[in-house]
């Protein structure tokens, strides 16, 4: 198993004595696949770093290792604007056949050392956390726990409290070369493998998201209305409004306060699409903002 980059992580991981741990750092930047390493070590017959050919090794999926993750869809089968960790995937329900995590990590390893995996984690539930906090006071000495997000405060402080934050940093663009040398990549990249990964494999996808970012881009110099119509385009790309932000640079100049209230309003529109905000009435918004910030 490759990795990318955080050569002191790798190093230091395997003589960690926590079993709770907090993954943080950039999306895409590796935390999971770390993860993933960290428990082909755990279990690996001959220890860190896995040998790749044992019986455990040699296992995809690996029995002892759980990803629970935030549902990307609503109960009526709609892309979830404001993703959550529901309890149901925590702790288990009389009403329900999921396997939560709780279920799973209370049973014996087949190997060594499970470890479950809780993906963004700051989008735990009330409830859904409350419930972790039980397992996290007391694990099961054959199980390791890891919280990915962002950052430590996001976060509820009662989790962070009990957990051994891991950072996580971008990788240099020197490795990020032996993925891809094309430039509009490795500026999408921002030191995350993840996106120059994800780039690779959806080449389509990701021309659509150049082209349709340049449009808004272009528009800003013209008027509020073809800003909004651009930026209407580039609301139907996955992670648009993010890459907007980095390729705004272009525009402004760091110092600039009007590169600031360029990226306050896109922060501000982020979150107002997360509340359910009209999405019509968020672009409009945004339109008017980043215009008024360009002119």
């Known amino acids: 198993m490759q990795i990318l980059g955080h050569q002191r992580i790798l190093e230091l991981l395997p003589r960690l004595q926590a079993q709770t741990f907090l993954f943080t750092g950039p999306e895409g930047v590796g935390r999971r696949q770390v993860a993933r390493w960290f428990t082909a070590g755990l279990n690996c017959q001959r ?15 690996h029995p002892d290792y759980l990803e629970v993750a935030p549902e990307q869809e609503t109960k009526t ?8 960790i529901r309890l149901e995937q925590i702790a288990p329900r ?3 056949e999921e396997q939560s995590l709780l279920d799973w990590i209370s049973t014996y390893p087949r190997f060594k050392t499970k470890v479950a995996v809780v993906d963004s984690a700051h989008f735990l539930g009330e409830a859904a956390a409350n419930a972790l906090l039980k397992v996290l006071e007391e ?3 054959f199980a390791r726990i890891i919280l990915i997000a962002p950052s430590r405060e996001l976060v509820l402080p009662t989790l962070v409290s009990r957990s051994l934050e891991v950072g996580f940093t971008p990788v240099p663009e020197a ?7 094309d430039p509009e990549v490795l500026a999408f990249a921002q030191g995350a493998p993840g996106r120059v990964r994800w780039a690779l494999q959806h080449p389509a996808e990701f021309d659509r998201l150049v082209s349709r970012t340049q449009g808004v881009l272009e528009a800003l110099q013209t008027s509020p209305a073809q800003t909004l119509e651009a930026l209407r385009l580039l609301g139907e790309v996955e992670e648009a409004l993010p890459y907007l932000g980095r390729r705004l640079g ?16 896109l922060a501000r529109a982020q979150d107002a699409h997360s509340a359910y905000v009209s999405e ?16």
């Open 94 to 96: 009389e009403d329900t």
């Open 47 to 61: 220890g860190f770093p896995p040998c790749g050919r044992c019986a455990s090794c040699r296992l995809e999926p």
């Open 250 to 265: 272009q525009l402004f100049s760091v110092e600039d306060p009007a590169y600031k209230a360029a990226l306050e309003a």
């Open 77 to 84: 089968g709609r892309k979830a604007r404001l993703p959550q």
């Open 139 to 141: 694990p099961p000495s």
């Open 280 to 295: 019509d009435l968020v672009q409009t918004w945004l339109a008017l903002k980043l215009s008024s910030a360009s002119q």
């Open 175 to 181: 490795l990020l070369q032996t993925l891809s040398t």
